[in-house]
């Protein structure tokens, strides 16, 4: 990786702003990537001052890494795709930001997940993270599916399988449902055993709360664990609904990025799995194409 010296700009950050973690980059204007940074979840619908608070904190990662400093923010020419603003009143919210940067062009994670994947070209991606959502983008005709957030939403992803996996667990404590490796595996990672400490625990609990807990549901279900195994085989039926609909535009191409991807992606339906190619970039590159198209637009009309 190189660094900012000797090098006057322009200076793009891509921001991939999801339910747990904030991915940036800053790039120059052939693309090379001169700095990176990672902070926690980037979705206004946990709070405006969590999901700037993250922002920040990354790109300030980013410039330490890049050699240059604090103030530099206000050089950078901003692409962020974040969850959540795919809802009118966040996105109202968002824009209003005062911000230090340049530019700010703002967009939704999925948005931004499906330019990354095809490098601006047509096709489709999912997202299976701590949220759900889907998106096809075939000659101007758009699909967006799911991404309507938790718990009423969000089906298949780590916050749903989380938020499962407690419900059953607590079942099972009560004698009221079947036993299942679950149970050893949550109390031993939280070091709890009693079923009101649990309810406790999860009482105020985010969506981000519940996905970091999900990956144990996979290991049950690796183990033959009957109850995780449904758990899941529900999950990626659906994540493979999403698919289908995408699909039905025939996109060229369909990428499965998010947490949860490599480990859903051997449940899904065969006919979907079949279609599933590596994303060619990750969503911060996506971020970064988007800011300079909106850019180049920006200064045609001028």
């Known amino acids: 990786m190189t660094t900012a010296v000797g090098y006057d700009g322009p200076f793009y950050l891509g921001v991939d702003g999801g339910g747990s973690k904030c991915r940036v980059i800053i790039v120059t204007e052939d693309n090379q990537v001169i700095g990176e940074g990672l902070s926690g979840p980037a979705n ?72 990354g994947a095809h490098q601006g070209g047509d096709g489709a991606v999912i997202i299976a993270g701590t949220g759900s959502c889907g998106l096809a983008d075939v000659k101007g005709q758009l699909i967006e599916v ?82 995780a195994q449904q758990i899941v085989q529900q999950a990626a039926a659906h994540i493979s609904a999403i698919a289908q609909r995408l699909l039905s535009i025939n996109p060229p191409r369909l990428s499965l990025i998010g947490g949860l991807a490599h480990k859903l992606q051997p449940y899904l339906a065969s006919e979907v799995q079949q279609k599933v190619t590596p994303a060619l970039a990750a969503p911060e590159f996506g971020a970064v194409w988007f800011a300079k198209q909106r850019q180049q637009k920006a200064q045609r009309i001028s």
């Open 44 to 115: 206004p619908l946990r709070g405006m001052k969590v999901a700037t608070d993250s922002i920040l904190a990354a790109t300030q990662q980013a410039l330490t890494c890049a050699g240059m400093a604090f103030k530099d923010m206000s050089k950078l020419i901003v692409g962020a795709g974040l969850a959540g603003v795919n809802m009118p009143e966040y996105y109202r919210i968002f824009s209003e930001w005062q911000h230090p940067f340049q530019e700010l062009h703002l967009t939704s994670d999925l948005h931004v997940a499906c330019i």
């Open 146 to 227: 799911g991404g309507h957030g938790f718990p009423y939403g969000d089906n298949g992803s780590g916050a749903w399988i989380g938020l499962q996996m407690v419900h059953h667990v607590l079942l099972a404590k009560d004698l009221l449902g079947p036993q299942t490796l679950l149970t050893d595996l949550l109390c031993s990672e939280l070091k709890l055993s009693q079923t009101l400490a649990l309810v406790d625990f999860f009482m105020h609990a985010t969506p981000t709360t519940y996905a970091k807990y999900a990956p144990l549901v996979f290991t049950a279900a690796e183990q033959g664990d009957l109850l």
